[in-house]
């Protein structure tokens, strides 16, 4: 029944490592997308991914890569992992990029804790 | 420019009807829509209206939009306990930007028994 999913929910890590933030979607959607919520609430877009292909690059350091295997998965791998990395990450998806289609449907979030 | 704003904080009474204000700067917006977040959850869309229309209504919930003035509204009729959240109001683009969304900074709503 679940339609967007993030794993993990919860991650608490060191500065200096690399980790992944994985996101599933079984809606059927040919767009995924991973926004920044900082502590104030404030949620700003990092990157869109449409059919596996990049097409939302905002201003985001180079040591966050996403990937996408599939349209159904878009992945967030972080290297070298900084205090201000802090945030709960959310992973979206739509139908497409415009229209009505373009409605974007949330995650529940990872929330990561850098030490 | 992408700008779009909301007040901080709502306090209303149990029963009671809410509007929560937003006011963007961008007039080539496309659709605007309104998320709901509970504390420790994730964002629930609750409704979404296309620039063109002035109003839609669905069941409790009511959406103004003045496209003049750039200005969106959220009425909850009956507000509940379980209606106590942050509020977002946010504006999408067209298919050429890529269809992201430029979020609010949310309006946190408190119910009142």
């Known amino acids: 029944d679940t339609a967007v999913s993030q794993t993990p929910k919860y991650l608490v890590t060191q500065m200096g490592n690399d980790k992944s933030i994985k996101c599933e979607q079984n809606?059927?959607?040919?767009?995924m997308y991973w926004y920044k919520q900082d502590s104030k609430k404030f949620l700003k877009i990092m990157f869109s991914?449409?059919?596996?292909?990049?097409?939302i690059n905002e201003t985001v350091p180079n040591r966050f890569s996403p990937k996408s295997p599939d349209k159904a998965h878009l992945n967030l791998h972080i290297n070298s992992l900084e205090l201000g990395d802090s945030a709960v990450y959310f992973c979206a998806s739509s139908l497409r990029t415009s229209g009505g289609g373009g409605t974007q449907y949330f995650g529940p979030g990872t929330r990561l804790t850098v030490l | 420019g992408e700008d779009v704003e909301q007040s901080l904080f709502l306090s209303v009474r149990e029963g009671d009807s809410s509007v929560i204000n937003c006011t963007y700067t961008d007039s080539s917006s496309t659709y605007l829509y309104w998320y709901k977040q509970e504390p420790g959850a994730g964002l629930q869309l609750l409704t979404y209206?296309?620039?063109?229309?002035d109003m839609k209504q669905d069941q409790r919930l009511t959406v103004l939009l003045n496209k003049k003035d750039k200005h969106l509204s959220l009425r909850i009729a009956d507000t509940q306990t379980g209606d106590s959240a942050i509020y977002f109001c946010a504006e999408s683009k067209t298919k050429a930007a890529g269809n992201k969304l430029t979020f609010g900074g949310g309006t946190r709503v408190l119910v009142k028994p």
């Open positions: 991914y449409n059919n596996k292909e990049l097409i």
């Open positions: 809606l059927g959607h040919d767009t």
């Open positions: 209206i296309f620039s063109n229309m």
